[in-house]
């Protein structure tokens, strides 16, 4: 949606989204492991469940569904995105909650660690993509993908392995990209982007006989 909103590449995100999904699936826990798993117990194995749980399990029943009972659901399909919008805010209400003496302690450091996570990320994924000279379009999207990331997936994983209080930042992340991609997507929606599609006729030179 907010790939749409910006004039972005919607197919091109479609398919980072499925490739990062994916990726995510083996990465994230050892990748966990390698950064803190000095200081920190990890149970990668425990972790790559709960990933397999969280992702993907559910993928896999929603195509079922969708391909075995696609015309008993038509009618619900809408609600769904409502539902899990309002499942989402439920959680994060939740965790902020049960974290407020650690909100008082170190809120503030954490709200800047995440809007540093977020900037860089919306800023680097927008610039190598210039760099690279992709066009307008491709460098929005993969402003996007790079900066707005799955918080619901790192919240659900350090609430099951680790504690509530590390579930904070991705908490804090779930309300802040939010903001920040509707802010930028806002802003984008009002500037042309150049249609890549439509290139000049060569002109000819000389002179025909």
């Not at 992340?173 to 802010?183: E, P, V, Y």
């Amino acid at each position: 949606m907010i790939c749409y909103l910006a004039k972005g590449d919607v197919a091109l995100s479609i398919v980072l989204t499925s490739v990062s999904t994916m990726v995510a699936f083996l990465a994230t826990p050892f990748l966990t492991w390698l950064f803190i798993g000095q200081s920190v117990d990890v149970d990668v194995m425990g972790m790559l469940v709960s990933v397999v749980n969280i992702v993907i399990v559910p993928v896999v029943l929603g195509l079922s569904i969708n391909y075995f009972f696609e015309k008993r659901i038509t009618a619900v399909r809408d609600v769904f995105p409502a539902v899990s919008a309002l499942a989402i805010v439920v959680i994060i209400a939740i965790i902020i909650g049960t974290n407020s003496e650690n909100l008082e302690q170190s809120g503030l450091l954490v709200l800047v660690a995440v809007v540093l996570h977020n900037g860089l990320g919306l800023a680097g994924g927008y610039g190598v993509a210039k760099a690279f000279k992709l066009s307008e379009k491709e460098a929005r999207t993969l402003a996007i993908e790079v900066g707005m990331q799955n918080s619901g997936l790192s919240v659900a994983l350090a609430i099951k392995h680790f504690t509530a209080a590390a579930a904070l930042p991705g908490a804090i992340f779930s309300i802040w990209h939010n903001l920040s991609g509707a802010f930028l997507a806002g802003h984008w929606s009002k500037t042309s982007v150049p249609d890549t599609n439509k290139s000049e006729m060569p002109r000819i030179s000389g002179h025909i006989h």
